[in-house]
């Protein structure tokens, strides 16, 4: 009865290097939300994917940030050419969307540290 | 103005103790509310789901909705220290993307045995 997974827990990268978090939702689960917690502030939505589609992108940032959730395989929050600023944890959450009410469940996350 | 205002605490309180969290809204058209629980170094765990005004009760826990004045509680009774964490409202407004939660800051919460 696996929950949501998420890797890696950690990630450390160097200023310019890219940075690739994958998420495989909870067995049953087709929807899936990405969410950035900064240090000393609450989740923050980025988006929101469907099976090959993106649904609600409206969080996130416009410039090196990009999502996918192929047919195959976990879903991907990729960043490019980090920054310190980008330091957080990155959570991903499911929902199984038959009514997709709210109710979401939530990985572990992956903090990233950019030096 | 954030949209969801929650005092970051720390809240101390004695093993046993009933513990009251609150949460204040500025949006209308949220009608899902919900509190996680999240431990340090953890990711967010759904604790409590109310739709729409009322109280909602599971065991020690209790959350209550006023949409009439846009405040939101989360009361814990016979605190342990095992609830201590930090405690998260999230609110939804039901259309569209539905996923999309807006959370407050979250309130810390240490039980002292």
């Known amino acids: 009865n696996a929950g949501v997974m998420q890797n890696p827990r950690h990630l450390v990268r160097r200023r310019g290097q890219e940075a690739r978090l994958r998420c495989s939702p909870m067995k049953g689960h087709s929807h899936v939300y990405w969410y950035r917690q900064l240090p000393e502030e609450g989740l923050k939505f980025m988006v929101y994917?469907?099976?090959?589609?993106?649904?609600?992108e409206s969080g996130m940032p416009k410039e090196r940030f990009s999502a996918e959730f192929p047919k195959e395989g976990p879903s991907i929050l990729r960043i490019q050419q980090v920054v310190r600023g980008d330091s957080a944890a990155y959570f991903c959450a499911s929902s199984p969307g038959l009514q997709n009410t709210g109710e979401l469940f939530f990985g572990e996350g992956s903090r990233l540290t950019v030096l | 103005q954030k949209e969801v205002e929650q005092d970051p605490g720390p809240l101390s309180v004695p093993e046993g103790a009933i513990v009251s969290l609150n949460c204040t809204y500025s949006?209308?058209?949220?009608?899902?509310f919900m509190w996680y629980r999240q431990y340090s170094r953890k990711g967010p765990e759904l604790l409590m789901y109310?739709?729409?005004?009322g109280n909602k009760e599971d065991g020690r826990f209790t959350a209550q909705v006023d949409k009439s004045s846009k405040y939101i509680s989360l009361f814990i009774r016979d605190s342990q220290p095992s609830d201590s964490a930090t405690y998260l409202c999230a609110m939804s407004a039901g259309s569209g993307n539905t996923g999309k939660l807006i959370f407050g800051q979250g309130t810390t919460l240490q039980v002292k045995p």
């Open positions: 949006n209308s058209a949220f009608q899902y």
């Open positions: 109310t739709y729409s005004s």
């Open positions: 994917l469907q099976k090959e589609n993106i649904i609600d």
